[in-house]
């Protein structure tokens, strides 16, 4: 898995728009995050702060130290509790859990086929049975060669076969900061895969 800790010390990167993602922002106003909430890949933060502000036990985690630095000031300047950790989302050590509710947007598509099957797995073990794991990746339908990995709903399906249930997938976008000083955001076509954990 590639080192990202680099881009947060070097600048914004393109996904940390600063805010939660829109597609997970009705799961939130429509009560789906409950419980305990992981935010896997969390960044500098925006979906466990959401959790948090909800009054949710909620936890983050990233590789990325200088990310889970600027997640921990905006918790503090937020006045939000909130959890984060240094650590390796292909483990998951050290976070705790079992989690009711996982939060994933733009982890799993930075893996290679065996880092996927390895992330399940640590996923699995860290959430509760009947706990939900929202996901929101690159698609393919996105156009293009640039970014992450696409993905594919039978690639999404086939890696949550064992111990899952997917429960929904559906178009949504990531909403990305553009990549240059001119023009608006991105929204780049994603899928957003609702998966229960049996």
Request: hydrophobic residues 45%.
């Amino acid at each position: 898995m590639t080192s990202f800790d680099s881009m947060y010390r070097d600048a914004t990167p393109p996904w940390d728009i600063g805010r939660p993602q829109g597609a997970f922002v009705p799961l939130a106003e429509a009560g789906a995050l409950r419980g305990s909430v992981l935010d896997v890949g969390c960044g500098t933060g925006e979906h466990a702060l959401l959790a948090a502000g909800l009054g949710l036990s909620a936890t983050g985690v990233d590789s990325a130290p200088t990310a889970i630095a600027r997640a921990e000031d905006k918790a503090r300047a937020r006045g939000l509790d909130a959890r984060f950790v240094v650590g390796d989302a292909l483990t998951l050590d050290g976070v705790g859990g079992p989690f009711d509710t996982v939060l994933d947007c733009g982890l799993f598509h930075v893996f290679d086929d065996a880092e996927r099957t390895r992330f399940a797995a640590a996923l699995h073990a860290v959430t509760a049975v009947g706990g939900r794991y929202f996901l929101l990746c690159f698609s393919d339908r996105q156009p293009g060669d640039w970014g992450p990995r696409r993905v594919t709903q039978g690639e999404i399906r086939a890696c949550f076969a064992d111990g899952w249930r997917v429960d929904e997938i559906v178009p949504a976008v990531i909403e990305v900061l553009p990549f240059n000083d001119h023009g608006e955001e991105w929204a780049v076509e994603s899928w957003l895969a609702t998966i229960t954990r049996r």
